[in-house]
């Protein structure tokens, strides 16, 4: 999705804002109510595994590459509805979007 578009199906609160980058990342600044679930854990498929399968998952990370891999992983663990932010979390930040801290 696009940044706008990606913006347009976060402000709806029944989908889930998935933040895939590391903590340090997340903490550094991370999408209004946003989630945080590494990719590179080793207890991503387990923490993956516990969300609810019935909601809608916007999966972003720094630049678009992580998220697609987690996209995948995601799928593989029967997730229907996953929607990957084109450029991350820093085309988000470039158009000037909200991030908190």
Request: net charge neutral; hydrophobic share 45%.
């Amino acid at each position: 999705l696009s940044v706008d578009e990606f913006a347009q199906m976060a402000a709806d609160k029944q989908n889930v804002v998935l933040d895939v980058r590391t903590a340090t990342e997340f903490a550094a600044g991370h999408l209004p109510g946003a989630m945080n679930l590494d990719v590179n854990a080793a207890d991503f498929e387990a923490k993956a595994a516990s969300l609810d399968k019935s909601k809608t998952y916007l999966v972003h990370c720094a630049s678009g590459v992580r998220s697609v891999k987690a996209c995948e992983k995601l799928l593989h663990l029967d997730f229907p509805k996953l929607y990957n932010l084109a450029g991350g979390f820093r085309a988000w930040a470039q158009a000037g979007k909200p991030v908190e801290k």
